[in-house]
């Protein structure tokens, strides 16, 4: 089946400073990723949709110059959260689509705990 | 707008016990696909099992079934012979084009 990754798993930083995640489709290419966030006990809320080569679509009140994602590739998609504050600790997960045949199936990638001290 | 109910935040379920989790879902699309997700404490989604709206069989998965009424639009997930492992949050899920709508999600537990 289609695996997606995401590096790092868990990740610690500092009040002010920048976190990079990265999300990868490791055995197909993906048309379009997806970046999520939940908290605890609670569902996932969709952050915006990123395709290849083009502009983020970010989903309403999802501040896009603190949330930086860039699709560089089919394979790879990165989140940024820039000046990270402690209200931005949070679980985010990526996931990525494969096309079927009237719509696309997403998988979804492990996650990256991000804690803001 | 899309949008996806689970009305029970927690259910438990005996060991080896069936237990039936609810899903409603709103949309005026006619080709969709509904899935359930199980998310365990290592918080990676896992599929569960996949139903595509133009099909009439209800989907099947082993142990995990589905009672999918289109009209009624509802997607019930069945867990036969519960296994402690099953324990988890699960989330219905719709989708439709490239776009995902999620549940609120609901608590198993199950007892041993």
């Known amino acids: 089946g289609a695996v997606v990754s995401q590096h790092p798993s868990w990740v610690i930083c500092k009040s002010g400073t920048s976190v990079k995640i990265e999300c990868r489709s490791l055995?197909?290419?993906?048309?379009?990723m997806f970046w999520y966030r939940q908290f605890p006990k609670q569902s996932l809320m969709l952050m915006a949709t990123s395709n290849e080569g083009s502009k983020a679509t970010y989903e309403q009140g999802v501040e896009k110059d603190k949330f930086l994602i860039n699709h560089a590739s089919l394979t790879l998609s990165t989140l940024t959260v820039t000046s990270a504050h402690p209200e931005d600790s949070s679980f985010y997960i990526c996931s990525a689509s494969l096309r079927l045949t009237i719509s696309y199936e997403q998988y979804f990638g492990p996650g990256t705990r991000l804690t803001v001290t | 707008a899309q949008t996806v109910t689970q009305s029970q935040p927690e259910m438990s379920v005996q060991e080896a016990e069936t237990v039936t989790l609810s899903c409603t879902y709103d949309t005026s699309e006619s080709d969709y696909y509904l899935f359930w997700y199980k998310q365990p404490p290592s918080r990676q989604m896992i599929l569960v099992i996949r139903q595509e709206a133009y099909k009439q069989q209800n989907a099947t998965e082993n142990r995990f079934s589905v009672n999918f009424q289109k009209a009624a639009k509802s997607f019930s997930l069945k867990i036969s012979d519960s296994q402690l492992g099953d324990a988890a949050m699960y989330f219905c899920a719709y989708l439709s084009g490239n776009q995902f709508y999620f549940g609120t999600g609901t608590s198993l537990t199950v007892i041993p």
């Open positions: 055995d197909f290419q993906a048309t379009t």
